[in-house]
């Protein structure tokens, strides 16, 4: 069977662009694809400790797993949950390829550049953050990761990897990922979803911004998400459209919309054809999201830890052996057995 994998960081809750733009297509293509692909649903721990790590650690991870389910993961023996940091091939492998890409390629990044930008010392990990997804994916042979639009260049660089890899050593080493576009189409969506930043909808919507009026986090109090959306940042043109080169922050109203409803974006901008009332779009935004919000905070409650513990150590089994034996591959290829 095929690979899908994916994960999201558990530094701190998921925001409204998280859950919108990563989780909820990733849970909606598991159940569609869950008897007849591999998915693999992994808690990128060895990724959340690039940045400051505060105590709360083990419970975001728990809280993350009850979200997946909260947010409508079906069950099945072809899901996998596992913990990233309780598989070591991660870690051993990711040093294999470090060892493979000039530094040149990593510093490129678009991701490196924008964190590194100002700063007179950043961690080495925000350099390899990109090698380690790349072990994440090459572990597994995993054809499709499912990723926001601000992850496409990293699983181009596995794409590269892993070409470059077989090449040298003139056999079929790993599976490389489809690209992008493929991607993109297999998630069946026209363009990686991205949710803005509700004061800077220039930006996308952040966990580390700073205002914290500029992101709904899935913990919030739905009724202060509400107030949230009603001073979202808009423009002075006076017509709602579906434009996000100029008119980002009514296009990510819209977006919100029709995602938190689960109904066609363009079936959205049709509803709002004509309209110049922007109170008028914010007002229905902030019911839905509200709507929406307190009927996920009640399935995220209902589900004991317990159930999630068990989730993840059978998937951390069925992790286990396929990642060593895929790792002992790649030592034998590179003399190190």
Same mark, same amino acid.
């Given at each position: 069977? %095929?690979?899908?994998?994916?994960?999201?960081?558990? /530094?701190?809750?998921? +925001?409204?662009?998280?859950?919108?733009?990563?989780l909820l297509?990733?849970?909606?293509?598991?159940? %569609? !694809?869950k008897n007849d692909y591999n998915v693999n649903i992994f808690v990128p721990d060895l990724h959340s400790i690039i940045s400051e790590v505060d105590g709360e650690l083990q419970q975001n991870i728990i809280r993350s797993i009850k979200i997946y389910f909260a947010a409508g993961l079906v069950a099945n023996e072809n899901v996998h949950i596992y913990r990233q940091s309780y598989v070591p091939a991660h870690s051993e492998l990711c040093?294999?390829?470090?060892?493979?890409?000039p530094m040149g390629e990593l510093s490129r990044m678009t991701q490196f550049k924008e964190k590194s930008d100002g700063k007179s010392s950043v961690n080495a990990g925000i350099l390899?953050?990109?090698?380690l997804m790349a072990a994440d994916i090459l572990l597994y042979d995993a054809e !499709?990761?499912?990723?926001?639009?601000?992850?496409?260049?990293?699983?181009?660089?596995?794409?590269?990897?892993? +070409? *470059?890899?077989?090449? %040298?050593?003139?056999? =079929?080493?790993?599976?490389?990922p489809v690209e992008t576009r493929k991607?993109?189409?297999?998630?069946?969506? =026209? /363009?990686?979803?991205?949710?803005?930043?509700?004061?800077?909808?220039? %930006?996308?919507?952040?966990?580390?911004?700073?205002?914290? /009026?500029s992101k709904i986090m899935m913990s919030d109090d739905p009724a202060v998400a509400a107030k949230k959306?009603?001073?979202?940042?808009?423009?002075?043109?006076?017509?709602?459209? !579906?434009?996000?080169?100029?008119?980002?922050?009514?296009? /990510?109203?819209?977006?919100?919309?029709?995602?938190?409803?689960?109904?066609?974006?363009?079936?959205?901008?049709?509803?709002?054809?004509?309209?110049?009332?922007y109170g008028d779009l914010k007002q229905?935004?902030?019911?839905?999201? *509200?709507?929406?919000l307190e009927a996920f905070q009640e399935r995220v409650a209902e589900i004991p830890d317990e159930i999630v513990i068990e989730y993840l150590e059978a998937g951390e089994e069925y992790a286990n052996s396929i990642a060593n034996a895929k790792l002992l591959e790649v030592q034998h290829v590179f003399n190190l057995r």
């Open positions: 069977m %095929k690979t899908i994998l994916t994960g999201l960081r558990v /530094n701190s809750e998921f +925001t409204l662009g998280n859950y919108l733009g990563a297509p990733m849970v909606r293509l598991a159940n %569609k !694809y040093w294999i390829l470090n060892c493979t890409v390899n953050y990109p090698i !499709y990761v499912p990723v926001g639009e601000d992850q496409f260049q990293h699983l181009e660089l596995a794409r590269n990897i892993a +070409t *470059r890899i077989n090449h %040298k050593f003139e056999k =079929e080493i790993f599976v490389p991607q993109v189409e297999f998630m069946g969506i =026209e /363009n990686g979803i991205r949710i803005r930043d509700l004061v800077n909808p220039e %930006k996308k919507m952040s966990k580390s911004a700073r205002s914290e /009026n959306i009603m001073s979202a940042t808009t423009d002075s043109v006076g017509k709602i459209q !579906y434009d996000m080169f100029n008119q980002p922050g009514v296009s /990510n109203l819209l977006q919100i919309e029709a995602l938190v409803n689960d109904v066609p974006l363009q079936d959205v901008i049709s509803t709002w054809a004509g309209e110049t009332r229905k935004v902030a019911s839905s999201v *509200r709507t929406m």
